[in-house]
Structures are given as C-alpha cells and as structure tokens.
C-alpha cells in the first residue's frame, strides 16, 4: 500500500483606542451564535470520531482522564456558545491528549481577529519566569523584561489557565516558547478585552506599571514575522561550516526537493573538497516537514546504510463509518488487515508488506560528511525534525546543544482535518503513527534532551543575542 507520509507544520502588537469596539466588526466571534443542544451533540461526535481514529490517544493521558475531562467540559455547555467559547471547549479536549499534531485549526478565528487589538507582546518563559519578548519597534526597549501580572492577575495564573487548550507532545516543557510567539492569540482566547496593565520588573528588578495600546492582530502578526529561507549554507572558514535548515516543507513538492536535494549536493562536495573539521547543523524553530528531504540530509550524515521507519500503524480497522468527517475524504483508504499486522495496538504497515521507501534499506552518501558535527535544538524542532535527532541518537552522530527537543522517535499524524458538522469546526486528529527504526532509542516523555543544555538570558531577548550559536563556536575554537 502506497501512502505519502504528511506531518502538517501546525504553527500557526501598540494602539489602543479607549472606547472603541473593534469586536463588533466581527460579531461571530462574541456572540453566542451556537446553539447548546446541537454543539453538545456535535461535542459528542467529537470525542467518539477521536476514540476511533487517534493512535497515540493514551500515550500521555489515560482513557480515564480523557473520559473525565471530556464529561466535565460537556456538562460545563450550559447555554448556547461563542465561537471563541467553543475553541476553548473543543481545544481544551484535543490538548488533553498531549500530541503536537492534534489541535483544533485556528484559522477561522485568526481570520475573524484581524483588526482586533490585541496584547502587543509574544513572551518568553526563562527558568519559572516569563518575560516580554517580541512586539512593535517602539516596544523593543521591553523585550528581556520580567512581566508580573497581566491587568491584575499573576502570569503564572494565567499561563496555567492557558495550558489547558495549548497542544504540547507528551511532558515536553521546551515548546511552550513555540506557541507563545502567537501569545496575543492565545490571551484572547483567555480575555477578549482591549486594555492591557502590565506589570513588570525592570532590569534593576524595580516593579513597574504600564498602560500599553493594543496592537490589531494582524498587525502583531506582520511585525514578528520573519520570512527565512528553509534551507541556507555558510562556510565561516574553511574548517568551519554552518547549514540551517529552518523547515523541512520544501520537500512536498518535487521541484523545490529537487532544488534543495541538489543545494546539499554541492555543499556536502564542498565540505568533502575543503576537509572542513566543523559542521553546525541548526535545526532551531523547525518543526517539520517532508520525510524525503530530511532523509536526504541524514544520508550525508551517516557512514553506514540504515533504515527509517519501522512502522507506520493505524488505530483504526475500517474508515468507511467516519471518513465523511474528513475535510478530504478520498485520501483516506481503508485499512488492509491482510498487509498489517498488529503492533503496540496498531494496525501496522512494516518493511515486510510495503514497497515504501521509507521501509526499505537506505544507503548513505559516498561522500558522508566525516568531521565533526554540532546541532542546535530547541523546543521548536517537532515532527520530522525529530525523527532525524532520534536518527543521529540511534547512530551516534554529532552532539546535540541547546534545549529538549519537541519531537521524538515517533510522531502521531497524517495531514488530515476534520470537519464537524454543525459548527464547521475544523479538528486536526492523527490517523497514523509513524515511529522510526531505532531499537536502542531510549524515550523520554520530555522529548529529545540535549547533550549540552544551553538556556538563553532574558536580556538575549533584547539584544538578539544568539547564545546557543557562540557557546558552540567557542566550543570549536578551544577543540573542546
């Protein structure tokens, strides 16, 4: 059976007019448009349609948790629901499960919130504090600062309320930076109001108050974004090399593989013609992509053939009773029981009933990379990008810096949404888990820990200082 592994990219500042209603300009997002007794019934599909069909459903989170959170927040639906009021409800269930591909979309409310004011800052969490970070130009002097309280409550209070519909994998802690770089998002979900007293501490740790204006959302979200290129080169000297590979995305499509295939091509030539001693792989903020293009790079990494999946299994028997809830139905196919065969509870494809390439035998490059290879981490690097630094654990190659790792030796996916019904609502649930052929990998619910842990300082935020970087330059320089 011939299936395209698909792991989704699941990531998704100040003037505040006093008196203004922006909200109104968008009533569906405040009002309670939906009615109680049909989304208690579409509440319900939901958590069977997951029963059904989630593979890592219980790898995290019992069937008792789950049942219990899902009782509590359908017995909490009391009346007829905002559309913001239901994300809430149906993200809170979805993230109980702790799969990073299991989220419900954003992308309806993000497009009704555009022109809303919102809190003009991502923040940062150091150690057990939170600081501001990202925000409009003439909010850089705050990035770095520690914020206290957020119109009255304490950032621990609400970050704590805020953790019940973020979608993190397992026990990972890392990631959570990842998903408050839309933290103006995730605050709107949790206040819908347009006034913003921060409370804050100064670089002298002296506690201040500031009235800040909000910023429309779709202006936070110009500001902080960051077009880069998925895949760059540099040779800083002869014996020292930097490739940074920002997403694995651009191996979806045949051409742009195609590109980026023959861009390591010439590098890998260059560092084998050269002798560089040095190689950084920075895979910080990547959060996946195409299996075909992060196996080409680990082909020029290792110095032995190896394999890279070791299944590719489905929770599910038949999918004719609820594929009508998919968003594209015709790319799910039924199951052939007489080609899998059940492994860890799952019905699993393996090398021994597919042609797949990703079963098969994979050779390494003639000319591997043989010097030494540093690679930088951080709670951004999910999905595929974990499978690759499960691959160069499993293999011993390179030493890791930076922080945990989101991803692991397995992820739970399948590039698919679905549709509820009522609401239209759209539900990003796994139909299979892919888990890499590496027998000596030892999991950590975590994720993947660094060999080097390597935490940046408040006042990097500000300076843009890269710290993870220099600690590993200066690593190479003393030959440490």
Request: glycine share 6%; proline share 4%; with cysteine.
């Amino acid at each position: 059976m011939n299936f395209k592994i698909v792991l989704p990219l699941l990531l998704f500042t100040v003037n505040f007019a006093l008196g203004q209603n922006t909200a109104l300009k968008n009533p569906e997002l405040l009002n309670k448009t939906l009615k109680k007794d049909s989304i208690i019934a579409e509440f319900s599909e939901l958590y069977h349609l997951t029963n059904t069909i989630h593979p890592g459903q219980f790898m995290f989170c019992s069937q008792n948790e789950f049942d219990k959170t899902y009782s509590s927040l359908k017995s909490s639906i009391k009346t007829d629901l905002s559309l913001v009021e239901y994300y809430k409800l149906t993200a809170t269930l979805m993230a109980k499960i702790k799969d990073g591909h299991t989220a419900v979309d954003r992308g309806r409310i993000i497009g009704l919130l555009n022109d809303r004011l919102v809190f003009p800052f991502s923040i940062y969490k150091i150690k057990d504090h939170y600081y501001l970070d990202k925000s409009s130009p003439e909010n850089k002097e705050y990035a770095g600062l520690r914020i206290l309280k957020i119109n009255g409550k304490d950032i621990h209070a609400v970050v704590n309320e805020m953790k019940q519909y973020i979608h993190l994998e397992g026990r990972n802690e890392t990631g959570l930076n990842a998903r408050f770089s839309n933290f103006p998002f995730y605050y709107f979900i949790y206040n819908q109001t347009e006034k913003f007293e921060i409370e804050y501490a100064d670089r002298n740790n002296h506690k201040l108050k500031g009235i800040f204006k909000g910023m429309p959302f779709k202006e936070y979200t110009g500001t902080i974004s960051k077009k880069a290129e998925p895949l760059t080169t540099e040779f800083r000297t002869n014996d020292l090399a930097v490739l940074k590979f920002r997403s694995f995305e651009n191996g979806y499509n045949e051409a742009e593989r195609k590109i980026a295939e023959k861009q390591l091509d010439r590098f890998f030539t260059q560092l084998d013609s050269l002798k560089t001693k040095n190689l950084i792989i920075d895979l910080r903020d990547n959060s996946g992509g195409s299996a075909d293009i992060a196996n080409y790079l680990f082909s020029y990494l290792s110095s032995t053939p190896y394999y890279y999946l070791d299944y590719m299994g489905a929770k599910y028997k038949r999918a004719k009773e609820w594929k009508h809830y998919a968003q594209y139905p015709d790319n799910i196919d039924e199951i052939n029981l007489n080609e899998t065969k059940l492994k860890d509870g799952l019905n699993c494809y393996t090398e021994t009933n597919s042609a797949d390439w990703w079963f098969k035998l994979q050779q390494n490059k003639p000319n591997f990379y043989k010097g030494k290879i540093s690679v930088l981490i951080n709670g951004g690097c999910f999905s595929t990008t974990g499978h690759l630094l499960a691959l160069m654990r499993e293999y011993k190659i390179g030493k890791l810096y930076g922080e945990y790792s989101q991803g692991s030796n397995y992820s739970n996916a399948g590039g698919q949404a679905f549709v509820l019904p009522y609401s239209k609502t759209l539900v990003w649930i796994p139909t299979f888990q892919y888990r890499m052929r590496t027998p000596n990998f030892k999991t950590d619910p975590k994720g993947i820990k660094p060999d080097v842990e390597i935490e940046i300082q408040p006042n990097d935020l500000q300076t843009k200082f890269d710290r993870p970087m220099d600690f590993v330059i200066e690593r190479i320089g003393k030959n440490i």
